[in-house]
């Protein structure tokens, strides 16, 4: 896997290829005042902004800016206490252990809210761990894997934010039964025509570690509210 402390150490080595040094004494004069007159200037500060948005972002909140200065002034001086190499994989495993220590945390979260959600009034789950709760039962025809339905639908995390919704749109969309994630297809080969169901769906049967489209974190229970519409 690659992690974007590839990007943020290529920040620090073209940072660091720059004239860091004369723009620290230059700092110091100036008490902290940095005025952007030139192309340089503002190309310097940018990816000083760029550098540590990408570091915050990624849940480092506190930073040895000496440390961080010496590291770009060795690039310059082609002189390291840690070789270019040594560097990027140590990056790289710190942040690989950030995002396995916070995978960890967020599937004990997840683990938890489906524990106390199968216990609640009207929710069935059935043996792959699909969690669901009837609103309404149809009584038509309950779809096949060869085909195609038409469904209203709203999807959010357990934390109630929408990520998904053809409500919202309006106007349902079509697709094969089996063309979706595992939860969606086990819930509608179950689903009689006209059903409105409440979906409860954990990573596995869902996008897994992953996560997709910067919408849905990795490890997320999914909450759909699903309306089959009609089944073709």
Not at 72 to 85: G, L
Not at 97 to 117: G, R
Not at 128 to 145: D, E, N
Not at 196 to 208: C, F, N, Q, S, T
Request: net charge positive; glycine share 8%.
């Amino acid at each position: 896997m690659k992690y974007s402390a590839l990007i943020v150490l290529s920040a620090f080595l073209f940072l660091g290829a720059t004239q860091v040094s004369a723009q620290k004494n230059k700092n110091k004069k100036q008490k902290g005042k940095v005025e952007l007159k030139t192309v340089t200037d503002s190309l310097s500060y940018c990816i000083g902004v760029a550098v540590m948005k990408n570091i915050t972002d990624q849940g480092v909140d506190s930073m040895n800016m000496d440390a961080l200065l010496k590291g770009m002034n060795d690039v310059k001086a082609n002189t390291f206490t840690i070789s270019p190499e040594a560097a990027n994989q140590y990056v790289n495993d710190y942040f690989y252990k950030q995002y396995m220590e916070k995978a960890e945390k967020d599937k004990l979260v997840q683990s938890k809210w489906l524990e106390e959600n199968k216990t609640k009034e009207g929710v069935k789950t059935t043996p792959s761990g699909l969690q669901y709760k009837v609103i309404t039962m149809g009584q038509g025809t309950i779809p096949k894997q060869l085909n195609t339905v038409k469904v209203h639908y709203s999807g959010s995390l357990i934390d109630g934010k929408v990520f998904d919704s053809s409500y919202d749109r309006g106007e349902p969309i079509e697709f094969a039964v089996t063309g979706v994630i595992k939860g969606w297809t086990e819930a509608l080969l179950m689903m009689p025509q006209g059903s409105k169901w409440e979906l409860y769906i954990p990573a596995d049967l869902a996008y897994g570690e992953k996560g997709a489209g910067g919408t849905i974190p990795p490890h997320a229970t999914l909450i759909f509210v699903v309306e089959l519409l009609e089944v073709k």
